[in-house]
């Protein structure tokens, strides 16, 4: 990209395909590097299973557990952190290799974006959270058509689009402004089948409950609260939402009516057992005679989804997620695609 820049290396994909099983191979190749993250997640002290640190002692990391979940971290302040960590790397002699889960993070700091430093607003926050996905498009859409059609279904990042409006009046899109590259980038993307990612991500998310993630979660719940918005993140928010946790109720139904608004219990009840269905946690024929209902219907064990269940409706989730990352990947037309190590180690090679 840029010539006569500060060279970094850049390992892009989506959740689950291997980027920092990758930046570890490459760190071990000979030579001096040190791994920078681009997770909007593995910034959170605690949140450890759940977003899939894999730190080594033998391999500098940086840019992980820097803040509590109760913190506020905006894309500001990731970008000025991440200019200093790479210039103090570059000063010791040393290649960065920018590891990056999050596709904002890494386009703004491999294209320079000028990002102005706003403040979250808790309360305006709350009130969008409230508002479906499709809804919150259009909002944006009505202020700036551009940047609603590149953000997509991004749910965060449609609320804090909005967020920078109701506190700038400006357009978000005018604030992405960019400047010269910092860096000379090579930028790995990591694309691998559709079925090989799925599995993968599927076998991840068993590892975590075997680790376990639902510990983890009872144990970051005894400190802060659950509606904070680091724990909307995958994996977090459906045990937290199950009664692996809150024995008062379960995910699907309770989504199901927050998208669908206030409902008929008997639409409420269909709805959340046709979404069941396609997860394949039951199935789609009617509910056995006899059986209580539950908020709506929902087949649940002594009042609760079993642990089993509540995997798969991450996974679910996580495989949309995955899907979301790639669509804005492979917007930038810049990544180098290749689907296993040597060949990116080749690509590595010739641009060192």
């Known amino acids: 990209m840029a010539i006569n820049k500060p060279k970094i290396i850049v390992i892009v994909g989506p959740t689950g395909s291997g980027k920092t099983a990758l930046a570890h191979v490459i760190a071990r190749s000979g030579g001096d590097f040190e791994l920078v993250s681009a997770d909007s997640r593995q910034i959170y002290r605690g949140m450890d299973i759940g977003t899939g640190k894999e730190a080594v002692p033998d391999i500098p990391h940086h840019l992980i557990d820097i803040v509590n979940p109760d ?102 899109s005018a604030f992405k402004t960019k400047s010269e590259p910092l860096y000379d980038a090579l930028v790995i993307g990591i694309d691998l089948p559709r079925e090989e990612l799925y599995a993968r991500i599927d076998a991840r998310v068993d590892d975590m409950f075997a680790r376990g993630l639902v510990d983890e979660v009872r144990g970051l719940l005894k400190k802060y609260p659950a509606d904070l918005p680091a724990f909307k993140t995958i994996g977090y928010r459906e045990i937290m939402d199950n009664d692996l946790i809150h024995p008062q109720g379960n995910t699907l139904e309770r989504s199901f009516r927050r998208r669908r608004g206030m409902v008929s219990a008997a639409s409420a009840e269909r709805g959340a057992e046709n979404a069941g269905s396609r997860l394949g946690l039951w199935p789609s024929e009617p509910r056995e005679a006899g059986r209580p209902p539950l908020d709506g219907g929902l087949p649940v064990r002594n009042g609760v989804l079993p642990e089993g269940a509540t995997s798969r409706i991450i996974k679910h989730h996580t495989h949309a997620y995955a899907r979301r990352q790639l669509t804005w990947l492979r917007r930038m037309k810049y990544v180098e695609w290749t689907a296993d190590s040597p060949s990116a180690m080749q690509l590595v090679q010739r641009w060192l």
């Open 71 to 172: 913190e506020e971290f905006t894309l500001a302040d990731f970008l000025a952190r991440a200019k200093k960590v790479i210039a103090d790397i570059r000063a010791r002699g040393h290649m960065p290799v920018v590891v990056g889960g999050t596709g904002l993070y890494v386009q703004a700091l491999v294209e320079n974006w000028q990002v102005p430093a706003v403040k979250q607003n808790q309360k305006l926050r709350a009130e969008l959270e409230k508002k479906s996905v499709s809804e919150l498009q259009k909002e944006l859409a009505a202020i700036d058509p551009e940047e609603a059609e590149r953000l997509g279904g991004g749910k965060r990042y449609l609320i804090r689009a909005l967020e920078m409006w109701h506190a700038t009046g400006k357009k978000p």
